[in-house]
């Protein structure tokens, strides 16, 4: 028998460890069920508190667009373009008037643009109008345009009528009975010189009436102005 060693007792070989549930030691393919069920949990709890963390950011995220994009009143924040300083700087770019009539409150824009380089040589301005009571009208100009830019500008919809409006003659193209006629369902044109006038959107007659007098009367203050 061994003595043992100076200074020191005899070591006892580790003895495995009991279980509570068992009432005895683990066996070794106990020991490697427990670890990888252990291991199991570990990695659930973690895709399930990454899932939460998920959620709550993207729900940060909505909330942030509710908060910033959306006002009181279930109306939506929008892009207001200036469409009259847009038309004094399309100006340069052609040599007739563009049409930029000043409206009345509640009326705002939100784009206006010039486009030149028309294959066609037409140069067409284009400005989008949101009215006071949130619908839509376009409001564009073709310059030198031809029958084929006008059956394009109204979606090839026929003349169903016609109006005078502030003293000048308007085909009235009506589509609000049509299935889904989107920005085209009422459209007002007109040409005067080389301009051909194009109103087309959402809006009732009378918001259509007040564009179509707006553009009217810019139309005749240039006519009447000395050149």
């Known amino acids: 028998m061994s003595e043992p060693a100076p200074g020191g007792r005899g070591r006892r070989p580790k003895q495995p460890r009991v279980v509570a549930e068992l009432g005895r030691p683990e066996t070794p393919e106990e020991t490697a069920r427990r670890k990888a069920e252990n291991t199991r949990k570990h990695y659930a709890n973690?895709?399930?508190?990454?899932?939460?963390?998920?959620?709550?950011?993207?729900?940060?995220?909505?909330?942030?667009?509710?908060?910033?994009?959306?006002?009181?009143?279930?109306?939506?924040?929008?892009?207001?373009?200036?469409?009259?300083?847009?038309?004094?700087q399309a100006e340069a770019s052609v040599d007739v008037p563009l049409a930029a009539p000043p409206l009345p409150d509640g009326?705002?824009?939100?784009?206006?643009?010039?486009?030149?380089?028309?294959?066609?040589?037409?140069?067409?301005?284009?400005?989008?109008?949101?009215?006071?009571?949130?619908?839509?009208?376009?409001?564009?100009?073709?310059?030198?345009?031809?029958?084929?830019?006008?059956?394009?500008?109204?979606?090839?919809?026929?003349?169903?009528?016609?109006?005078?409006?502030?003293?000048?003659?308007?085909?009235?193209?009506?589509?609000?009975?049509?299935?889904?006629?989107?920005?085209y369902a009422y459209s007002l044109t007109t040409t005067v010189d080389r301009s051909s006038y194009v109103l087309h959107g959402t809006a009732d007659d009378t918001e259509f009436e007040t564009l179509a007098t707006a553009v009217a009367e810019q139309i005749a203050d240039e006519t009447d102005a000395p050149q």
């Open 107 to 183: 009326w705002s824009s939100n784009r206006a643009e010039i486009d030149t380089g028309s294959a066609d040589g037409v140069s067409t301005w284009y400005v989008g109008l949101i009215t006071p009571d949130d619908q839509f009208i376009a409001l564009e100009q073709g310059i030198d345009a031809n029958e084929t830019w006008l059956s394009n500008a109204v979606q090839t919809t026929p003349a169903t009528g016609t109006a005078t409006i502030a003293g000048l003659d308007w085909q009235v193209r009506d589509r609000r009975d049509a299935d889904d006629p989107g920005n």
């Open 46 to 88: 973690q895709t399930a508190v990454n899932l939460t963390l998920s959620i709550v950011a993207s729900l940060g995220i909505v909330l942030f667009l509710v908060l910033v994009v959306v006002r009181p009143g279930g109306t939506v924040n929008r892009q207001v373009i200036d469409y009259r300083s847009v038309a004094e």
